[in-house]
C-alpha cells in the first residue's frame, strides 16, 4: 500500500479578509474532491489572509497511480485562477 501526500501553498491575491479566504480554499477543496479521489483540507497558515496551505491524500497500490492525480489537482488548482501556487511537495509512504 502507498500513500501519496501533496502539500500545496498558495497565495492569494485579491483577498481581503479570512471570510474571503475561507471561501476561496473552500471552492478549491471541494472542486478537488469531486474531480479526483482525494482527501483534501487545509493543512496551514489558516490565520493568513492571502496565504493558505492545502494537503490533498490517495491511497493505493503503487506511486505510478497516485502520480498522475496528484500532478492533475496541481494544474486544477492553477487553472482555476483562484490562487497561485507558490510552492508544492509530494510525498510517498509505503506500508
Do not use: Y
Not at 492569494?12 to 471570510?19: F, I, R, T
Not at 487545509?42 to 489572509?49: A, I, N, R
Not at 497500490?61 to 497516485?66: F, G, T
Amino acid at each position: 500500500m502507498v500513500v501519496g501526500v501533496l502539500r500545496v501553498a498558495l497565495h492569494l491575491e485579491a483577498v481581503h479578509g479570512l471570510k474571503e479566504k475561507r471561501g476561496i480554499v473552500q471552492k478549491l477543496l471541494v472542486r478537488c474532491r469531486n474531480r479526483f479521489p482525494v482527501s483534501a483540507a487545509e493543512v496551514g497558515d489558516q490565520d493568513l489572509w492571502r496565504s493558505a496551505v492545502l494537503g490533498f491524500a490517495m491511497v493505493s497500490s503503487s506511486e505510478q497511480v497516485i502520480s498522475p492525480h496528484l500532478e492533475r489537482i496541481e494544474d486544477e488548482i492553477e487553472s482555476s485562477g483562484l490562487a497561485e501556487i507558490v510552492s508544492t511537495e509530494v510525498e510517498f509512504i509505503h506500508i
